[in-house]
């Protein structure tokens, strides 16, 4: 079965610095990888996903992702934070069975300090 | 375009009563359906899910079910809430991609 790690739960960082939050998966094939946000006491907003092809994906609001075969790796990234994102972020991992079932990391906290 | 809607927004509950969540999509058809919750720290966790009318699939044993009356619609239901059942359920629905495009959400509070 596939399983998500996202290792850091809370992460802070300085508005205007770069952020990368971090993503291993385990899955034996190639999975679909999808990161979402969560602001409080909302739903999840999909940031960008990869399916194939490009290894780098671009995604809403100034978000990058990098998918990275040999280290199971899909690390979220940008290069300038604002105040704004601060909030959950998820990672998951998505098998095609007919059904698509993801599954989801615990999550990473994102805390901006001015 | 498709929206999803979830109600109530919010729920206070007894231990011991009954519970029914509502999860509707407009704009699309035939969609896959998912109940997920999210406890503190422990991420999403899969309830439900469903590719069509009357057919649910279970992950995981509790004391909670799921119906699909309509197309379009996907209801939680417990006859007895447990304590544990408190958190923020998620309704998700699918079609065609692999991409799960989720509700506002539901904070359920059982005391």
């Known amino acids: 079965a596939q399983s998500v790690t996202q290792p850091d739960i809370h992460i802070t960082v300085s508005e205007g610095a770069s952020l990368e939050l971090r993503c291993n998966y385990s899955y034996g094939a190639t999975p679909y990888l999808f990161w979402y946000v969560q602001s409080p006491g909302q739903g999840l907003q999909l940031l960008l996903k990869y399916f194939s092809g490009d290894t780098l994906v671009q995604g809403i609001k100034g978000f990058e992702a990098e998918f990275k075969r040999s280290q199971s790796s899909f690390n979220l990234r940008k290069p300038s934070v604002h105040w704004s994102d601060a909030a959950e972020y998820f990672c998951a991992v998505g098998v095609n069975s007919g059904y698509s079932t993801l599954t989801f990391g615990k999550g990473t906290m994102l805390l901006v300090s001015p | 375009s498709q929206t999803i809607h979830q109600w109530p927004a919010t729920l206070v509950q007894p231990v011991g009563s009954p519970l029914s969540l509502e999860c509707t999509v407009e704009?699309?058809?035939?969609?896959?359906l998912y109940w997920y919750r999210q406890a503190a720290g422990r991420g999403l966790q899969l309830l439900f899910y469903?590719?069509?009318?009357?057919?649910i699939s279970s992950e995981v044993p509790q004391n909670l079910s799921a119906s699909r009356p309509q197309d379009r619609q996907f209801i939680l239901s417990s006859k007895k809430l447990l304590l544990s059942d408190s958190g923020f359920y998620l309704c998700?629905?699918?079609?065609?991609?692999?991409?799960?495009?989720f509700g506002p959400g539901t904070r359920l509070l059982v005391l």
């Open positions: 704009g699309t058809s035939n969609p896959n």
């Open positions: 998700a629905w699918r079609t065609g991609g692999e991409t799960q495009y």
């Open positions: 469903s590719v069509g009318i009357g057919q």
